[in-house]
């Protein structure tokens, strides 16, 4: 140990003897660093707008726009809008599309956007029908930088976003235009449904006046025509309803075919509407659930969900009440009955969510016990959950059944009414015209009414079955939910509408270890790389051997190897110091742990310098070669830079024992935050990496003395190498 710090001592006696020795260590201990923070800079925010904005990318735009059903767009223009006010890339527009590719091969632009002729006409073509997909010109130029087409690449998707907006708001505006001319004409999908289940109803009613006008058609004949003639009327007056819903009733007489899929329907429309119910109501209690004893999460529910949630509840009380109507009228008292007792448990429900708002400190107690009476009602013993379940096994069971069946007979007892009516189907108010020319038939048969009195009269009771299964369907279309929600959509949320198809699915990220700049990220690899640059230029300008001197006392191996070190330790733990300060003060990286920071530094220079030392010292020359290679291999596949699953396969065989791997790891844990002993861990593999460094020092001296010497005394017959 004495001859240790003898040796030690001494070497730091001769560094202050010599004015070149102390700008040597000097510049050791600092150069290194400056390639550091200059690389750190140079990196700092390479990808944000400010950098970005300064990539030029010509725009050409050719477009000569186009027109469809009123509707005249220039995508071209509004793109070239949209990129004027984007500053992620330095867009230069441009006249013609030869100037813009020109200038991307004479290396004026890294790229070229140029935007067709025909660009708009293709936006268009879904108006059409006929369906082609509009394409851009890009241009860019891989031959003058490596990064920047990868930079470039936010050029196109900011296009295709422009682009995609564009589309979407045609498409709105397409769809709002048609909303609003229906409105402006007084048209409106739920009064056409509702007025023709209300015609079709009074209809059926005319023609139970019909039938007792045929009881006593001997003395009322007159009386009988003149109910048929204002019957007529009516009909005429429904055929303006009719025509603006011309597929509905198509629809609808399709179901006095052989096919019996279309009243099966309409026993799928009740249980659509217990299916709904079912599914609310499991999404109330699953927001209310975290919400009962976390006044947060009830706060977040309160503010972002319970308008919602009250509107659910108020669209499904609605529903229901639609479905018990219909139900009654078809002779299903029971099931209606059921719809009614779960309309009293929303009812309920929508009471509690009117009392609930945003708890404080004074009403959190009372809040709680609102959501617990909410959750009771749903999940209680015969509570609302309960009631949607005995309707869904209702409709499975007899219910359903017995809606079928009244179906399936009345479609079949207007089928031989209405088959005639079916052809006339395809013109406007196809329908109820045909109801018309029945009606004006009927006028005839008056006329012979005595030869034919029987068939007239099953004519019009088989017509009033089918008009009351025809009344109900559209009082059920008219009272949907769905309907209601679509025309509302349609005509007062175009914009969400928009916004909804432009991007149907949002990401939600959550960074886990933010960083902020990029630079930050960068640090710990080119911190790493300047410590072991520091500690490989050491090794080559400070002699590692031990010259004899009067007052050692012949010192062995280990005493010259730990000697000398102390001079390359104090230059190591100079640099991880100077380095790791400038990075936290003069760089103002993002730093959560600053200490430990500086700690790994620290660790990093006597690590550093133990491997370079140990290897000049037993190896001579061949040990900074072997440096030199150690740090290339590093530098490309210790995953700084690049993710090491992406590199050769040598570099993954590599990974686990390059020491940059753990440097790193252990600065990253700094900067963006700690996990479990990773920090710990990865200094103890560091001091790992410096006892086989010592031993590898030490045992190889003595084989490799000789061929260093050969590789000494051959340098110097060249006359040419230190």
């Not at 025509?243 to 609808?252: G, I, N, Q």
């Not at 369907?473 to 009272?479: F, Q």
Request: aromatic letters at 8%.
């Amino acid at each position: 140990m004495k001859n240790i710090l003898n040796i030690a001592s001494h070497d730091l006696r001769k560094c202050g003897s010599s004015v070149v020795a102390i700008i040597t260590i000097m510049g050791l201990c600092i150069i290194p660093c400056l390639y550091a923070w200059f690389n750190i800079f140079s990196n700092w925010a390479p990808y944000e707008s400010a950098a970005t904005g300064r990539i030029s990318v010509a725009v050409a735009n050719e477009d000569e726009g186009a027109s469809a059903i009123g509707i005249t767009v220039n995508v071209g223009e509004k793109i070239v809008g949209g990129l004027e006010a984007n500053n992620d890339i330095g867009w230069v527009f441009v006249d013609s599309s030869d100037e813009a590719i020109e200038g991307v091969k004479a290396g004026d632009y890294y790229a070229a956007l140029v935007i067709p002729k025909d660009f708009s006409s293709g936006v268009l073509s879904f108006i059409g029908g006929d369906l082609t997909n509009p394409k851009l010109e890009y241009y860019e130029n891989e031959k003058k930088n490596a990064i920047a087409p990868k930079i470039t690449g936010k050029a196109k998707t900011a296009v295709q976003e422009e682009v995609n907006a564009t589309f979407v708001e045609t498409l709105a505006a397409y769809v709002s235009d048609a909303v609003s001319i229906a409105d402006a004409t007084g048209f409106s999908t739920q009064d056409v449904f509702s007025d023709l289940s209300e015609r079709i109803a009074l209809l059926s009613d005319r023609l139970d006046n019909c039938l007792v006008m045929l009881d006593a058609a001997d003395s009322l004949s007159d009386a009988a025509e003149s109910l048929l003639t204002v019957s007529g009327t009516l009909t005429d007056s429904a055929g303006g309803a009719v025509k603006s819903e011309k597929k509905v009733l198509d629809s609808a007489s399709g179901i006095a075919t052989e096919d019996d899929s279309e009243y099966t329907k309409m026993t799928e429309s009740v249980g659509k509407v217990s299916d709904r119910n079912k599914s609310r109501l499991n999404d109330l209690k699953s927001k209310l659930t975290p919400a009962v004893d976390d006044r947060d999460k009830y706060n977040d529910f309160v503010a972002n969900d319970l308008d919602f949630q009250k509107k659910s509840v108020a669209e499904m009380i609605k529903a229901n009440n639609t479905a018990s109507d219909s139900l009654k009228k078809l002779g299903l008292n029971t099931l209606a009955g059921k719809f009614e007792e779960l309309n009293t448990d929303l009812n309920a429900i929508a009471e509690k969510l009117d009392m609930l708002e945003p708890a404080t400190d004074e009403n959190w107690a009372e809040m709680q016990q609102n959501v617990r009476d909410i959750q009771d009602i749903i999940t209680g013993k015969s509570g609302a959950s309960d009631k949607t379940d005995a309707i869904s096994d209702s409709l499975k069971k007899d219910d359903l059944a017995t809606l079928d069946k009244k179906l399936k007979n009345a479609l079949r007892d207007t089928k031989t009414s209405i088959s005639n009516m079916q052809d006339s189907l395809d013109g406007m108010g196809g329908l109820l015209a045909q109801m018309g020319k029945i009606f004006g038939k009927y006028n005839g048969s008056l006329g012979k009414l005595e030869g034919n009195m029987g068939s007239t009269r099953s004519d019009i009771i088989s017509m009033r079955r089918g008009l009351d299964v025809l009344a109900a369907l559209m009082g059920k279309v008219a009272g949907s939910e769905d309907l209601n929600n679509a025309d509302r959509v349609l005509s007062e949320n175009t914009d969400r509408f928009a916004a909804y198809l432009a991007s149907p699915v949002r990401m939600n990220t959550n960074v886990i270890y933010p960083i902020n700049e990029y630079g930050s990220a960068m640090a710990p690899f080119y911190t790493v790389l300047a410590q072991w640059v520091g500690a490989l230029l050491t090794a080559v300008l400070i002699k590692v051997k031990v010259k004899k001197r009067k007052d050692l006392i012949k010192p062995n191996l280990i005493e010259r190897y730990f000697g000398r070190y102390g001079l390359y330790m104090m230059i190591g733990l100079a640099q991880a110091l100077i380095v790791s300060l400038g990075d936290l003060l003069y760089v103002d990286i993002q730093c959560l742990h600053p200490v430990r920071f500086v700690l790994a530094a620290c660790m990093n220079g006597l690590c550093f310098t133990m491997i370079n030392y140990a290897l000049v010292f037993a190896l001579d020359n061949i040990g900074l070669g072997l440096g030199v290679i150690i740090l290339v291999l590093q530098v490309a596949g210790s995953g700084g830079t690049y993710p090491v699953e992406v590199l050769p396969n040598i570099f993954k065989a590599l990974y686990p024992v390059m020491p940059f791997r753990y440097s790193m790891d252990a600065m990253r844990e700094c900067i963006g935050g700690m996990y479990g002993h990773t920090y710990i861990n990865c200094l103890l593999t560091l001091g790992l990496f410096m006892i086989v460094a010592v031993l590898l020092g030490l045992l190889l001296y003595k084989p490799a003395f000789m061929i260093n010497r050969l590789i000494t005394e051959s340098k110097q017959k060249s006359d040419i190498m230190l």
